[in-house]
């Protein structure tokens, strides 16, 4: 059945009352995710309330650029690297004379000893019988003293003086000594005194040497 209602029946919109609209508020609520499952072994990834990816946005724009740290060698000018590894270089060489210097100086005393010495045999046409001449040269303090023992008449022996060696470690230089046909007389030999790259000859004259002036 219709019912109908009448226009007399409907309350003018005067006659409402009016009610007061309540402000709408919007209540956010941050949803703490469950923790995700990870491999075992590993702690759950928690953000503490706030999405992973807003936590780290959040990271991302508070932190401020550090300054890099500046290394040593950026702060030195080239040339204090250049001057230790001339340093160093010149300190390798030094010493690199010093150890061949001090090689030298422990060969030549052990094959000549202190005073620098040698001994040589040889037939120069001084004998009395069938033994050769024996012969010492040697280094005494820069000064060439040779000494002949004449074979089967070592009690004639004779000293030739030789000439003086200068310089820096003059004692220790080291004297060779050897016999040359002589010039004069095939029977005879003259005798040659050599020491740093120089020659001294002694001439076989009347049985006995006479050094021979440059």
Same mark, same amino acid.
Do not use: C
């Given at each position: 059945m219709q019912t109908s209602m009448k226009t007399s029946e409907i309350a003018p919109q005067s006659a409402l009352?009016?009610?007061?609209?309540?402000?709408?508020?919007?209540?956010?609520? +941050?949803?703490?995710?469950?923790?995700?499952?990870?491999?075992?072994?590993?702690?759950p990834h928690t953000t503490g309330g706030l999405p992973a990816g807003t936590v780290n946005k959040l990271t991302k724009t508070r932190q401020l650029p550090q300054p890099q740290p500046r290394g040593l060698m950026s =702060?030195?000018?080239?040339?204090?690297?250049?001057?230790?590894?001339? &340093?160093?270089?010149?300190l390798v060489f030094w010493l690199g004379q010093m150890a061949i210097n001090w090689g030298m100086t422990t060969y030549d005393d052990i094959r000549y000893g202190r005073p620098r010495t040698v001994q040589a045999d040889a037939f120069v046409g001084h004998e009395s019988g069938q033994a050769p001449s024996?012969?010492?040269? &040697?280094? =005494?303090?820069?000064?060439?003293?040779?000494?002949?023992?004449?074979?089967? =008449?070592?009690?004639?022996?004779?000293? +030739?003086?030789?000439?003086?060696i200068w310089g820096n470690n003059a004692d220790l230089?080291?004297?060779?000594?050897? +016999?040359?046909?002589?010039?004069?007389d095939p029977k005879l030999k003259d005798?040659?005194?050599?020491?740093q790259n120089t020659h001294i000859l002694f001439r076989n004259e009347k049985g006995t040497f006479v050094m021979q002036n440059n």
């Open positions: 009352r009016h009610r007061r609209i309540a402000p709408m508020t919007e209540e956010v609520r +941050f949803v703490q995710p469950r923790a995700s499952l990870t491999r075992a072994g590993q702690e =702060d030195m000018h080239w040339s204090l690297p250049a001057g230790l590894a001339m &340093l160093v270089m010149v024996h012969f010492i040269a &040697l280094n =005494d303090h820069g000064r060439i003293e040779i000494i002949e023992f004449p074979g089967g =008449d070592p009690a004639h022996s004779r000293i +030739f003086m030789g000439p003086q230089v080291p004297i060779n000594i050897s +016999f040359v046909p002589s010039t004069t005798m040659q005194i050599s020491f």
